[in-house]
């Protein structure tokens, strides 16, 4: 069949990511260095020197996380490999876009720092919380967290693993209430946000806005959307989809099926391997593998 590209989201950040792609690729160089142009921010210093700290803000973790892996869609690219349908996890799915050329790359970094700050805005930190919950029967965990006010599954990541996101006190009635029932592992993230919850309505609306006057291109070849688990080409309902994933939930178990229907082989095209592992999991017939591993190219 063909090949599929997945994109990682925040949390995949690492200093010195993308500092070799740099150092020995002029394709890259370009990317980077009309990034740091357009950003005027030091985003090559942050990302390649670190220090950790600071690396793992939001917005400059997304922003180089997005530049990493748009680095390896060039040198992918180089070596004759494109991908036959995309997707991405959470931020990823921006990245999807990009891939696709649904925007150029100033779009692209100017819309993942806007979704970055209206997300941040969103809902008080303070108030805020997500968790991952492990070793627990799907129907188990929708039947315990469904009489939860302000807490939702946000990210259904694997046939073993999830997230729930919503107000501090809601998310911890959440994990305790998800012991009890006899899940394995359930343990706080460190976000600053209840990202893909109701919460992030305010993010939703004034996302909307700021995309009305985006130029959005038809992709190029399908994207599997997280908050539906479906194919997607058509330049406006692509725009219609960003503000509304912010507050969906991220169906990537669902996705990553979707594509195993499509593909024969799937590369996570960015730092990490997060994804690598999740679709191991999801998909075990697929041939998987990371950029971490096609570093002789």
């Not at 690492?14 to 890259?28: I, K, Q, S, T």
């Not at 941040?120 to 939860?148: F, K, N, R």
């Not at 990210?155 to 997230?163: A, E, F, H, I, L």
Request: proline letters at 5%; charged letters at 20%; hydrophobic letters at 45%.
């Amino acid at each position: 069949m063909g090949i599929g590209f997945v994109f990682p989201g925040q949390g995949s950040q690492v200093v010195g990511m993308g500092r070799d792609l740099y150092e020995n690729h002029a394709g890259v160089r370009a990317i980077w260095d009309e990034a740091e142009a357009l950003l005027s921010i030091p985003i090559k210093t942050e990302c390649f020197e670190g220090p950790e700290t600071k690396l793992k803000q939001t917005q400059l973790a997304q922003l180089g996380i997005f530049l990493v892996s748009a680095s390896w869609l060039t040198v992918l690219a180089d070596q004759g490999l494109e991908p036959t349908v995309v997707a991405g996890h959470s931020l990823g799915e921006l990245t999807a876009y990009y891939a696709a050329g649904v925007y150029d790359l100033e779009t692209a970094l100017a819309v993942i720092a806007y979704r970055g700050e209206a997300m941040a805005a969103a809902h008080p930190s303070e108030d805020s919380a997500m968790s991952a919950v492990m070793g627990i029967d799907e129907s188990v965990l929708d039947s315990v967290i469904a009489p939860i006010d302000n807490v939702v599954i946000a990210n259904y990541n694997s046939p073993n693993q999830w997230v729930i996101s919503g107000t501090k006190s809601a998310v911890g009635a959440g994990e305790a209430a998800l012991k009890l029932a006899g899940a394995k592992r359930v343990v706080p993230l460190p976000v600053s946000g209840a990202f893909h919850s109701p919460l992030m309505a305010a993010a939703a609306e004034k996302f909307e806005q700021y995309l009305a006057d985006i130029p959005f291109n038809d992709a190029e070849f399908p994207i599997i959307l997280n908050r539906t688990a479906e194919s997607e080409f058509e330049a406006d309902a692509l725009r219609q989809n960003l503000s509304k994933q912010v507050q969906s939930s991220v169906l990537w178990t669902h996705s990553v099926h979707g594509m195993a229907d499509q593909v024969d082989a799937i590369y996570e095209v960015g730092p990490g391997k997060v994804l690598t592992s999740l679709v191991k999991k999801i998909a075990p017939e697929l041939s998987v593998q990371n950029c971490m591993e096609l570093a002789s190219l």
